[in-house]
Structure formats: structure tokens, C-alpha cells
């Protein structure tokens, strides 16, 4: 007897979401392939279902989230924001549904409540999207370095932000027009302050820090301060001084088990050409990570875009129907 299809409800299309349907739907051979199980888009909800959407077929659309969310076997939260999002994702855990979300600002607000509910019902809530995009830096921290102890991380982790700063510092590109650039692009949060104040950065950096040492860090922990306030002659100064403006994320932990004391935040760093945080060019970003018995440990990718991002959420996907 053939396994039933795996029902997807896919919550968002836009940059992300429309990533994710388009994969879901032309590479449904790999994935059933890889899984044993066919991979079947259920519906996809949006704003506005007047909207054409390319790629995506018409009978799909719905503005009536909760009923798709009540007929799916796996919830995909790429709608962004705390509301309708928080409630979506806790009423698809209630049923015992597993949920993927590339959510950051969710799980930096209320990861800690909703990894709760997903236990209480024996289910599962995966991000690996949410931070760093295309880059598996979830996996590294919390499953590969499983037998090490990571004592600091950080890292440009904000791909809109390394794109304005980039094209600001490389090409003399005028900051309002390289942020102009970066949103058209898909880069930026519907709400763009949350990446030029570094409240994006700021998220991604809470959720690392709880991965790697299990502490109930919160965005309230994070000294932070965002690129928005940069002026003309700061970018002058750092030129002239041979350095380049990062917004640079960091946690380090100091004390043992019992006595831990994480630190979080999130600032612009002027940093020497041949820093490797440096050599992030555009939207990429990289993450260091230093753990007691690997050394130093650097990933880099992209950090921003739908088909990057929709890489990760993919591969959540996989794995969560893989266990079944
Ligand atoms: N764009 C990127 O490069 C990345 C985005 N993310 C995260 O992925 C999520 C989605 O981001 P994007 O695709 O860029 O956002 P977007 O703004 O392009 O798309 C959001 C989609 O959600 C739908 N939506 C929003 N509110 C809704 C509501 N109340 N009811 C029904 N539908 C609603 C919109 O209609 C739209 O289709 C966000 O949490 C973001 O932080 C994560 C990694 C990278
Ligand atoms: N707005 C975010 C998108 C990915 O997380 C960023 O610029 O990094």
C-alpha cells in the first residue's frame, strides 16, 4: 500500500512562501524520493487572494487560514509578524501538527511557550529558515556541536543590512537607495526598521544563544543598537581608517553549568578589511562560532532571498515528515 500524501499548509506567499510553493511543486519527485511520501500542497493563505500568483494554482488560494491549518499533516509559517502567526502555529501544535517557520521575531518572542505546546501534544517546531537563511547554522550549533561546548558566536546575520552597508562602502551607493535596492529584492522585513534598528539581527542572535547553551535569553537581553543613525562621515571615517562597517551580532557565555552568564548584542563595528566578518559581501552573511574542542568554526551563505531561505524551510520539511 503507498503512504497517503504528506498535506502541506503553506501560510504566506510572498517572498519566502512563493519560494517554498514553487519548490514543493516542481521538485515533488525528490521529495517523495528522500521521504517515502508524496508532498502535496494544501492550500496557501494570504492577504489579499485577489492578488495573481505566479506558479501557484488559483484553486490554492484561501484568506481562511484556520480551516487549512485544521486539514493539514504539516503547517509552513512564512506569513511573517506575531499576529496571526503566534495563534496559526499554536492551534496547528494543539492538534498535534508539526509547524516550519522562518518566523524570527515568533520564535525570539515566544520560541521558549511554543516549543512547550509542541512537547505537551508530541509534536515538533522547526526554524532552521529563521536564522542565517540558507545557512544551516541551527544544525551546526544544536545537533553537530552536540558533543562540544560553544563558548562564543557571532557574526553578520542580517542580510538586508550587509547589502546597504556593502553597496554603501564598496560602490558609494547613497544609503537611501541601497535600502530602496534591498527591499526590492525581497531582502528586508515587511517592516524594514526591524532590520535597520537591528531588531532582525537582535532576534536571530537570541535564538542562536539559546541553541547553543539552553538559557531563557529574551530580545530585552540584547545591547543593541541598529545602522540606521550611520551618517555620511561615519562611512568616511571607517574608509579613511582602512576599516569597513559591519553590523556585527555576538553572544558569548562566561561561568559553568549552574553559574552561566550570556551575553547578547547587536552594533555596528568599524572592522579591518581582512576581518573574515568583513569579506561578507551583499546579502551574505557569516557566522563564527568558537567551541572548546572544534576550534573556530566560520559558515558563510546567503542570508537573505526566497530560494535561499526556502532551501532551509525545505529541509525542515523533510526532516520532520522523515521522523514520522
Ligand atoms: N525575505 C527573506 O529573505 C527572509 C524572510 N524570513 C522570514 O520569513 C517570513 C516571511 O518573509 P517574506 O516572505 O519576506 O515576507 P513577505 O512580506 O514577502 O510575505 C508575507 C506573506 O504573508 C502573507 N500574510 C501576511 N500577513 C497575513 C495575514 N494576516 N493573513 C494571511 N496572510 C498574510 C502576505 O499576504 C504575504 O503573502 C518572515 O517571518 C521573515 O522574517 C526569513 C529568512 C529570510
Ligand atoms: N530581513 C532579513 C531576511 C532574512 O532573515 C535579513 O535582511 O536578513
Redesign the pocket.
Known amino acids: 500500500m503507498t503512504a497517503p500524501p504528506v498535506r502541506i499548509a503553506l501560510?504566506?506567499?510572498?517572498?519566502?512562501?512563493a519560494a517554498v510553493a514553487r519548490r514543493l511543486v516542481g521538485r515533488a519527485d525528490l521529495y517523495e524520493r528522500r521521504t517515502g511520501r508524496r508532498f502535496e500542497l494544501a492550500g496557501v493563505?494570504?492577504?489579499?487572494t485577489a492578488r495573481p500568483r505566479e506558479g501557484i494554482d488559483p484553486s490554492l488560494i484561501t484568506?481562511d487560514?484556520e480551516t487549512l491549518v485544521d486539514r493539514a499533516d504539516v503547517v509552513v509559517e512564512?506569513?511573517?509578524?506575531i499576529q496571526?502567526a503566534r495563534a496559526l502555529v499554536e492551534r496547528a501544535l494543539r492538534r498535534g501538527v508539526p509547524v516550519v517557520t522562518?518566523?524570527?521575531?515568533l520564535i525570539a518572542q515566544h520560541g521558549p511557550a511554543l516549543h512547550a505546546l509542541a512537547d505537551e501534544h508530541g509534536t515538533s517546531l522547526e526554524y532552521e529558515?529563521?536564522v542565517v537563511?540558507a545557512v544551516p547554522v541551527l544544525s551546526v550549533v544544536r545537533e553537530a556541536l552536540a558533543g562540544d561546548v560553544v563558548t562564543a558566536i557571532s557574526g553578520v546575520v542580517n542580510?538586508s543590512t550587509n547589502f546597504v552597508l556593502d553597496l554603501v562602502a564598496r560602490r558609494g551607493v547613497p544609503f537611501e537607495e541601497a535600502v530602496r535596492q534591498a527591499g526590492e529584492l525581497?531582502?528586508l522585513?515587511?517592516d524594514p526598521t526591524e532590520d535597520l534598528e537591528g531588531l532582525d539581527a537582535a532576534a536571530k542572535i537570541v535564538i542562536l544563544a539559546r541553541a547553543a547553551w539552553g538559557v531563557p535569553v529574551t530580545l530585552e537581553d540584547v545591547q543593541r543598537r541598529g545602522i540606521a543613525d550611520l551618517t555620511d562621515e561615519d562611512f568616511r571615517q571607517a574608509a579613511g581608517a582602512g576599516t569597513v562597517i559591519k553590523l556585527v551580532a555576538s553572544a558569548w557565555c562566561r561561568g559553568s553549568a549552574g553559574h552561566r552568564r550570556v551575553e547578547v548584542a547587536v552594533r555596528p563595528v568599524a572592522l579591518p578589511q581582512d576581518d573574515p566578518l568583513a569579506q561578507a559581501r551583499e546579502s551574505a552573511n557569516v557566522l563564527i562560532i568558537e567551541a572548546e574542542s572544534a576550534g573556530t568554526l566560520r559558515l558563510q551563505g546567503a542570508g537573505?532571498?526566497?530560494d535561499e531561505?526556502a532551501s532551509a524551510v525545505l529541509g525542515d520539511i523533510v526532516r520532520v515528515v522523515r521522523r514520522g
Open positions: 501560510l504566506g506567499a510572498g517572498t519566502v512562501g493563505a494570504v492577504r489579499d484568506d487560514a512564512v506569513m511573517g509578524g496571526p522562518a518566523n524570527k521575531q529558515g529563521a537563511a542580510g525581497g531582502y522585513e515587511a537573505a532571498g526566497g531561505t
